[in-house]
């Protein structure tokens, strides 16, 4: 089944405690992306790879890191999680550029930090 | 960057009924994308257009392009469709990036 995977779907965490969120896809998608939910504001890009090796910032990337070295997975890293950063996140991925390429999404992390 | 209104932004309406939701844009773009966002918060895609319409069982979605106007309708509403509508269009910054609107949640009752 093609999909978008992501783990953990919950995570409750503390100030400075590194974490990653994991995203995978099996479609053999190019363009990978994260994003993050928060409400009255909706979803805003945080990072997202056009292929492997290639990363660049989205509208909201202080306080996070990505990696593609893989083709099939783009990890959100938080190195030093704050409380700010509790949300709802999604990875998605498309065959090319978001704005040509139907998205397909994971399921979500709802991520809290106290 | 592409500034994104979607109306109404929560719409409660009775099994049955015809159903629109509207999404404008500020910057001429070439495609336009529906989601739909499950009360569990699941993401899925209904719809990607550039011109004209496109119609998926119930659902269609319309755009036009001179006006920088997207309708979704919904036909013969079911409690089953409730869900947060969300309208999405390129950035300025690039056809890599999107920009969101805030949504709209649509509640159908029985």
């Known amino acids: 089944e093609a999909q978008v995977t992501q783990n953990p779907r919950y995570l409750i965490t503390v100030t400075g405690k590194k974490l990653t969120v994991t995203c995978s896809q099996n479609?053999?998608?190019?363009?990978m992306s994260w994003y993050r939910q928060d409400p009255g504001l909706g979803l805003r890009q945080i990072y997202y790879?056009?292929?492997?090796?290639?990363?660049d910032k989205g509208d909201v990337p202080e306080g996070y890191k990505v990696s593609r070295k893989e083709k099939r997975n783009f990890p959100l890293i938080l190195e030093s999680p704050s409380p700010n950063q509790t949300s709802l996140y999604f990875c998605?991925?498309?065959?090319?550029?978001?704005?040509?390429?139907?998205?397909?999404f994971g399921p979500g992390t709802r991520l809290t930090v106290l | 960057k592409n500034e994104v209104e979607q109306s109404p932004q929560n719409l409660t309406a009775q099994e049955g009924e015809f159903i629109t939701i509207n999404c404008s844009y500020s910057?001429?773009?070439?495609?336009l994308h529906w989601l739909q966002q499950h009360p569990g918060g699941g993401i899925v895609s209904l719809f990607m257009l550039s011109s004209g319409k496109k119609k998926h069982g119930r659902l269609i979605a319309t755009i036009n392009i001179q006006e920088k106007h997207s309708s979704l309708h919904i036909t013969a509403s079911h409690p089953r469709d409730s869900a947060v509508y969300i309208c999405?269009?390129?950035?300025?910054?690039?056809?890599?990036?999107?920009?969101f609107g805030q949504g709209t949640r649509l509640t159908i009752n029985p």
């Open positions: 999405a269009v390129p950035s300025t910054q690039g056809a890599q990036k999107l920009v």
């Open positions: 910057v001429g773009i070439s495609a």
């Open positions: 790879s056009m292929n492997v090796e290639v990363t």
């Open positions: 998605a991925s498309s065959f090319g550029l978001a704005s040509y390429n139907e998205q397909f």
């Open positions: 479609m053999n998608h190019e363009y």
